[in-house]
């Protein structure tokens, strides 16, 4: 057995070889966790909600009004990263459904959690956003954040592995062709 930074090392960002979990990532309201239980659900996976791995603190800025900042979202995005590695050493399948805004965040996903991940950007207008998240109740972000959301966004570069679904797809639709291209880069 090779050394966990041996390991890492070895994943890279090589966007050749095959994904071994998939985030579903994209700004707030897009609707990410409704795709990623879709995917998970066909694909047998572990689903895994970002938002239960932010601290109490994380949470009561963002309600507040308050963006976070890189410092602020590292120690989250590395309890994410974590429970991915966690769940996959324990041979679960996994679909994470996190924000994943920069470039940055995804490459620290990928090197923190020792495999390959595929990302399934759900992604639409700042209309068609802003009218999804304004109707979402019982959630910590307000909609006043998505402006700052859409700012911090850093869309799929062409050498990152992974697919830009439409926001207003059906679930199922959007599910298939994630699915789709997972199959095709598996």
């Given at each position: 057995m090779t050394d966990v930074t041996d390991q890492i090392a070895a994943y890279g960002t090589d966007v050749s070889a095959p994904a071994a979990a998939v985030v579903v990532m994209g700004v707030a309201?897009?609707?990410k966790s409704t795709l990623a239980v879709a995917i998970a659900d066909r694909l047998s996976a572990v689903f895994v909600e970002a938002d239960d791995l932010h601290s109490?603190?994380?949470k009561a800025q963002m309600a507040?009004?308050?963006p976070l900042t890189d410092e602020d979202r590292w120690p989250w995005l590395g309890r994410v990263a974590a429970r991915v590695r966690d769940e996959l050493a324990m041979?679960?399948?996994v679909v994470a459904s996190c924000s994943a805004l920069?470039?940055?965040y995804r490459e620290f996903l990928t090197r923190v959690s020792g495999t390959r991940l595929a990302f399934v950007h759900v992604h639409g207008?700042?209309?068609e956003l802003a009218e999804?998240?304004?109707h979402r109740t019982g959630h910590f972000m307000p909609a006043s954040m998505l402006a700052s959301q859409l700012v911090t966004l850093e869309p799929l570069a062409a050498d990152e592995r992974g697919i830009?679904?439409?926001l207003g797809l059906p679930v199922d639709d959007a599910a298939a062709r994630a699915l789709e291209f997972l199959r095709r880069h598996a």
């Open positions: 309201g897009a609707g109490a603190e994380a507040a009004g308050i041979g679960h399948p920069k470039r940055s207008s700042e209309a999804r998240i304004g830009v679904v439409p």
